[in-house]
Each structure stands twice: as C-alpha cells, then as structure tokens.
C-alpha cells in the first residue's frame, strides 16, 4: 500500500469509528476526533488512543484495558490486523474495540461489520 492510499484508508477508518461509537455509546464514552486522532474518553477516566503511524503504514491503539496495539492493513481479510502474534487477544482492530466496549458499557457493541 502507498503512503497515500494508507492515509485516505487510516483516516477513513477512524472516522467511521468515531461516528459509530459517537451515535452508539454517545451517552457513555467521549469520542472526539480531531487532528487525525480519535480519543475515547471513558466516564471513569481511562481514555483509548487511535493514530494513524505513516512511517509504518499503521494504526496504533493505546487500550487502557488491553496496552499498546499496532495494526496493519491486511488486504486480502480486508482489515486492520494486529501485528502482534495470534493468540493475544483479537486478531484486529475492530475486533478488539467491539470486545473491550461491550465488556465496559454492558451492552452489545458491534463495530465489526
């Protein structure tokens, strides 16, 4: 992927992110995107992280439940995988943020479609 189609789909991404949990958990979490960063405020203080890294062609993720993630565009899944090593969790960034905000707000989060 060339730095240019990586950025248009990383912003992408993160934007459709922060729309869905904005209109979806709206009352539960603070979600601000701005600057090519999507902050997701919990009522309780813990905050999540999304930036685009150009240098690696990621997205990175700072989980106040789970740690540092890295995700990598996997084109033939057509997704954002974790390039970490399978078996910690899931596989890819919607997965995990679907996983982690039900578990939080005690409802039925669903980010991956």
Known sequence: MDQGTFERQASAVLEDLFDRIDEELGDLIDADYEGGILTLRLSDGRTYLLNKHGPNREIWLSSPVSGA???????????WRSTRSAG?????LHGLLTAELSE???GDVDLED
């Open 69 to 79: 993630w890295h995700y990598a565009w996997d084109e033939g899944a057509g997704l």
């Open 88 to 92: 910690e969790g899931p596989d890819n």
């Open 104 to 106: 939080i707000t005690g």
